[in-house]
Every structure is written in C-alpha cells, then in structure tokens.
C-alpha cells in the first residue's frame, strides 16, 4: 500500500509540474492577452501554442525506445524537460506585459511558450509512459485522479493565481516564483528509483520495437493495426476524435466572454480559475469513487451527458449578456465550478479507458496516439474558432456549440453498443 501511495504522489506531482505552465497558457493567457487589447482572433491564434501536444505522437516512440536505463527510462527524459521547463520561465519573468500589444514582443512571446509548450508535451509523454508502466487494474483509475488533481492544481496556481498575483506582484515575480515550483515538483522524480519499479524492461521495448520493420510508412501502418484492425478500437478512435470538439470550439470564446461580462482579472483568478480548479479536484475525486461502482463504458456516457448540460449555463451568460442584463457574479462562478466539475470527472473516465487500450510495450506511444488525437481536434478548432465567434456573437456561438455537443454522444453510444457485442 505505502508503494501504491508513493506511486500516487510521484504522479500527481509530475502532473502538478506540467500543470503549472499549461495553466497559464490555457487560463491566464487570453484573460492577460484581452486585457492588453489583443483581439478574439489573435487570442484563437495562440491555439497553436497547443500544437506540440497535437503532433507529440510523431516522436513519442523515441521516448519509448530510447532511455537511460542507468537513470530509468522513462526519468532519463523527465527531468531534463522540467529542467528546461524551469529555464524558460525564468527567461519569460524578464519580458515585459506591458509589450504584449506590440507585435514583435508579441511574437517573441508566442515562440518561448511554444518552445516550453514543446519541452511539456515530451515530459507528458514520459510520464504517460511512466504511469502506464506502474499501474495496473484498479489503480489505473485512482492514478489518473491523481493526474488530473495534479494538473488542476496545476491550473490553480498557473493559472488562478498568476491572475491574482498580476495585481500585487509584478510580471518577474510572478514568473520566477512558477518556476521555482516547478522545480519543487521535481524533487520527488529526482529520488525515484525506476527500474525497480517499471513493470517494462528495455530489453522487452526493443523487442518489441524491432518486430516493427521497413519505410516509415510500413511501420506506422504496422503500428496503426492495433487500432484499425479491431471493430472495438476503431470505434474508441472516433469517440476520441469527437468528444473534444465542444472545448475545441468553445476554447478562446469562455474566458473573453468573462472579461466582457465585467469580471476583474481578481475574480477570473480566484473565483473563476481557482474555485474551478477545486471544483474540478472535487469531480476528479468523485469520479474515482463512481468508477468503483459502475462499469467505464457508463460512466464515459454519465459524465459526457453532464458535460453538455454545463455548456448550457454559458449560453444563458451569452443571451443575458446580449440583452444588456446585469449578472450577479455568483452565478457566473456557479456555472463554470460546475463545468470544471463535470470537465474533470469526464477527463478522469477518458483517461483511464485510454490508459486500458494502451500495450505495456507501448506505454508511452499508444498513451500519446490517444491523448494526441484528441489535442489534434481541440486544437485545430480552438484556432479557428475566434473567427466564428468574432462574426457569430458570444450567444449564437455558444448555442451552436452546444447542438454540436448532443451530437457527439452518438459516437459513444455506438462504442459502447460494440464493446457489448465483444463481450
């Protein structure tokens, strides 16, 4: 038991690490972009930052067939990303807000958090690698509420709190002390023993490697079997590939929607990204719990309903807010606690599922070809997406969203239905 919570932890604050950053990115950013006079089609834009977590699936067999097996496979690349993780931030802390608006800064910008984005989505895929490696059955449940615990924490402070400290601390403090925490969570990896652990030797990832043979072509089309070759997996690619269409497209709309409700950058820090974050730590603990009650294939069907009712309070916002209506601000933290909530007992499901369909010998890679297809889809349509809200508005968008939302249950239904025929 002690092993299993040492696992836990060791998890949670790899996750927590690889939040801090992400939580800028997808919760401070556009709130700190709107604010310096950025526009909705710019703030869409920056959806390419997420273009690293989409493509990471292209070098995450070297990830799994390259390590130390002296350091531990999968640690021989955690540490140095996180190192390099800590390094950008400390770069970013001496870049000015004030030039955000500028076009040059502006740029250079893009291309640091790009390159930081980069060096996370390569430690997610060791760490994916990693827990795939160590957690077995029942565990795989609890291990993924751990990794979406950590990550929301993550968001808290990455994203809550930098807003909140933006306006008590300036720019470099705020930057230096992320990085600082991210070099706290990598203590625990620091002192982790893997190769006593890994249930995967190296010696078993080459084999399986070399069975893979040829062009690059014969060999993805080899690897792509697993999944093409199976009525089940097939049908598990497609629910991935659309069940993140509601948060591709509703990505850059919510929290400029926030800003122009009326909310400071104080309350979108603390009552909107930080209690959603413990919203979300609620759901993901609940989320485990209900797992050990229920079979995966239901829950995926609960929570993915639950979070289709959520879009519909954003759309109540968008329809007082373009009726000239005043909002109490409680209602709007209510709304979107309870999205985060619903968001993260759905990630939970998803993942555990994603972590089931992924070979030992292929932890990392099959974890990642996954998680990536889903980032492909939400990240492609959050780039376009300021476009159609520019030209839509907050409420004809977010209602178009949601219809688009129902529709992708039909995919999972239709997995679930073939699961049973398997069984």
């Given amino acids: 038991m002690q092993k299993h919570t040492q696992l836990y932890l060791l998890l949670f604050s790899l ?15 556009p709130v700190v972009l709107r604010a310096q006079g950025v526009s909705l089609a710019h703030i869409g834009g920056f959806g390419l930052l997420m273009l690293p977590w989409a493509i990471k699936v292209f070098w995450a067999p070297w990830v799994d067939k390259f390590g130390s097996d002296r350091i531990g496979h999968y640690r021989s690349w955690i540490l140095p990303t996180q190192l390099l993780t800590v390094v950008i931030l400390i770069i970013l ?20 958090l790009f390159v930081m984005n980069s060096t996370g989505a390569t430690q997610d895929i060791a760490t994916d690698g990693l827990a795939v490696s160590i957690l077995k059955g029942d565990q795989q449940h609890w291990g993924n509420m751990f990794q979406v615990i950590g990550s929301r924490l993550g968001f808290i402070v990455g ?17 230096l002390i992320l990085a600082g925490l991210v070099a706290l969570n990598t203590l625990p990896i620091l002192f982790f023993n893997e190769k006593f652990i890994s249930t995967v030797s190296l010696h078993q990832k080459y084999v399986a490697d070399s069975k893979i043979q040829g062009t690059i072509g014969q060999r993805l089309k080899h690897y792509l079997r697993y999944f093409m070759d199976s009525r089940v997996m097939l049908s598990w690619l497609v629910v991935l590939g659309s069940i993140k269409i509601a948060d591709g497209l509703s990505g850059p709309i919510i929290k400029p929607l926030l800003v122009d409700l009326g909310l400071s950058f104080s309350q979108i820090g603390i009552y909107i990204t930080m209690l959603g974050a413990l919203a979300a730590l609620f759901g993901a603990g609940l989320a485990s719990l209900v797992l050990s009650k229920i079979s995966r294939a239901k829950a995926l069907i609960l929570f993915s309903i639950l979070k289709v009712i959520s879009l519909t309070g954003f759309v109540w916002l968008a329809f007082l807010h373009n009726q000239g209506q005043s909002i109490q601000p409680k209602w709007i933290y209510l709304i979107n606690a309870f999205e985060d909530m619903f968001a993260a007992m759905l990630l939970v499901v998803i993942l555990t599922l994603v972590m089931q369909y992924s070979r030992k010998e292929y932890a990392a ?25 520019d030209y839509l508005g907050y409420f004809n968008y977010l209602l178009v969203i949601t219809v688009v939302a129902i529709f992708t249950l039909v995919p999972i239904y239709e997995w679930v239905r073939i699961e049973k025929v398997k069984k």
């Fill in 15 to 29: 996750y927590w690490a690889q939040g801090l950053p992400v939580g800028f990115m997808t919760h401070a950013l």
């Fill in 93 to 112: 802390s001496f870049l000015p807000i004030h030039t955000l608006n500028q076009p040059s800064y502006l740029l250079a910008f893009f291309v640091a």
């Fill in 365 to 389: 890679t099959d974890f990642t070809f996954q998680v990536s297809l889903m980032a492909t889809v939400s990240g492609v349509l959050y780039t376009l997406s300021g476009f159609a809200g």
């Fill in 159 to 175: 994203g809550g709190a930098i807003l909140w400290a933006l306006d008590w601390l300036n720019w470099q403090s705020t930057f």
